[in-house]
């Protein structure tokens, strides 16, 4: 079984600072892993996303995440916020090669105060 | 390329009325799938399709059918509206048949009073 654990459903920071959104996972196989970001009334757009090969993935707009297997955690970073991230991001993990095992998280609103 | 498209926007439905939600793509993915997207419950899959005449269930298929006559076009339907589907609905593609990297459309405010 697999499952994805977004650990904060609101984060807040002021523009220039770092942003950190957390996200755990559980998988039985070796998980892909990826990050989305909905912005208000639109669809879901790819950030980044992980398929075991370099751990430190870097995605559009500046974002980047992590995989690191002994914490079982995928975090998205960004080292400067700015006004234009405010939106919604979402974990997601796909763990056993089959298009109905793709879970995602309950996701995360990321404000940004000027 | 228009990407994934969905219509309509915004719908409201008295209980027990049908209808469906229409999805195109224009970019050949095999793989084509609906989500409802909950408040606090990200996105949960409703049904899915790795190509023409191959649908299969999600994790949340009741009340719901769908087909996939051609690669193109994937509609849902509403067969029996209950207030439990009020909820944003979205189309997504993807050329990977696994659903791994998906393109999602717009989505559809859905809802039923």
């Known amino acids: 079984a697999q499952s994805v654990t977004q650990l904060d459903s609101h984060v807040s920071v002021s523009e220039g600072t770092p942003v950190l959104l957390r996200c755990n996972y559980s998988?039985?196989?070796?998980?892909?892993l990826f990050w989305y970001v909905q912005h208000p009334n639109k669809g879901l757009q790819l950030l980044l996303k992980?398929?075991?090969?370099?751990?430190l993935v870097k995605g559009i707009n500046g974002f980047e995440a992590e995989f690191k297997k002994s914490e079982t955690s995928f975090h998205l970073t960004k080292p400067s916020a700015h006004m234009s991230d405010a939106a919604e991001y979402f974990c997601v993990v796909s763990a056993e090669s089959s298009a109905s095992k793709i879970i995602f998280g309950s996701g995360t609103r990321l404000s940004i105060r000027p | 390329n228009a990407g994934v498209t969905q219509t309509p926007k915004f719908q409201v439905l008295k209980t027990g009325q049908s209808m469906t939600l229409q999805c195109a793509q224009d970019?050949?993915?095999?793989?084509m799938s609906w989500y409802r997207q909950d408040p606090g419950m990200g996105l949960r899959l409703i049904h899915y399709s790795v190509g023409a005449g191959i649908t299969d269930q999600g994790e949340v298929p009741n009340g719901y059918n769908v087909s996939r006559s051609t690669t193109e076009d994937f509609p849902l339907r509403l067969l029996s509206a209950a207030p439990s589907q009020t909820s944003v609905y979205f189309c997504?593609?993807?050329?990977?048949?696994?659903?791994?990297?998906?393109?999602f459309g717009p989505g559809t405010r859905l809802t039923v009073t």
């Open positions: 998988s039985s196989y070796s998980p892909s």
């Open positions: 970019m050949n993915h095999e793989y």
């Open positions: 992980y398929t075991s090969a370099a751990t």
């Open positions: 997504a593609s993807s050329y990977d048949v696994e659903g791994q990297l998906q393109y």
